[in-house]
């Protein structure tokens, strides 16, 4: 049986209530940053993701800045953002971070009709991307999951 609550006009259970005050209590230790609607096919994209996913953040600065893909100036922007979220929201130490993951989700496409010959077409599906980029604090980690044991 749920207990509810009247808060400002709106019901919510009691369960619901403590589960929020647990999640503001608990430490943070990583941010996050999303770039979506990115016109680069994701499959392009994933290979670069992949080549950072794990590896500090100035490695995969590194790693980004020699690289000569598209995808690598995109990724780079928004690991810089996700860095910047890390540094003023939650105040992170920016040389503990690393790349905690890192992935492209497919977006909408766009189709558009390339004339073929005897009055067909082909449709050509141009890909979007939702590139995600999740940086955590090694050391706030570490000390976390101490304190959880």
């Given at each position: 049986?749920q207990?509810?609550?009247?808060?400002?006009?709106?019901?919510?259970?009691?369960?619901?209530?403590?589960?929020?005050e647990?999640?503001?209590?608990m430490?943070?230790?990583?941010a996050?940053?999303?770039?979506?609607y990115i016109?680069?096919?994701?499959?392009?994209?994933?290979?670069?993701?992949n080549?950072?996913?794990?590896?500090?953040?100035?490695?995969?600065?590194?790693?980004?800045?020699?690289?000569?893909?598209?995808?690598?100036?995109?990724?780079?922007?928004?690991?810089?953002?996700?860095?910047?979220?890390?540094?003023?929201?939650?105040?992170?130490?920016?040389?503990?971070?690393y790349?905690?993951?890192?992935?492209?989700?497919?977006g909408?496409?766009?189709k558009?009709?390339?004339?073929?010959?005897?009055?067909s077409?082909?449709?050509?599906?141009?890909?979007?991307?939702?590139i995600?980029?999740?940086?955590?604090?090694?050391e706030?980690?570490?000390?976390?999951n101490?304190e959880?044991?």
């Open positions: 049986m207990v509810l609550i009247k808060r400002n006009g709106m019901k919510r259970s009691k369960f619901h209530r403590e589960r929020k647990k999640l503001a209590s430490p943070i230790y990583e996050r940053a999303v770039a979506k016109r680069i096919s994701p499959r392009k994209a994933r290979s670069v993701a080549s950072i996913r794990g590896k500090n953040v100035s490695e995969a600065f590194t790693i980004l800045e020699f690289s000569p893909k598209k995808a690598a100036r995109i990724i780079k922007n928004v690991l810089k953002s996700a860095v910047a979220n890390a540094v003023n929201n939650h105040g992170l130490n920016e040389e503990n971070l790349v905690y993951t890192c992935y492209v989700n497919d909408p496409r766009m558009r009709l390339w004339p073929r010959g005897r009055g077409a082909d449709i050509i599906q141009k890909r979007m991307s939702h995600t980029v999740i940086v955590r604090d090694r706030a980690e570490k000390a976390a101490e959880k044991k």
